[in-house]
């Protein structure tokens, strides 16, 4: 018997980021979200 997958509710990435999400990140998070702000894959809104 093939086991049922659950119906999951995928969330979209996060493409905008706000100056106070930043600042709760861990030190590798933040420099990999920074570094896409940079490439312009995500947006900072103030």
Do not use: C, D
């Not at 930043?22 to 894959?41: A, H, P, S, Y």
């Amino acid at each position: 018997m093939a086991a049922k997958k659950k119906n999951a509710v995928v969330m979209p990435r996060k493409l905008y980021w706000h100056l106070y999400s930043l600042q709760g990140l861990t030190g590798e998070k933040f420099i990999k979200v920074v570094n896409k702000i940079l490439t312009k894959e995500y947006q900072l809104i103030k």
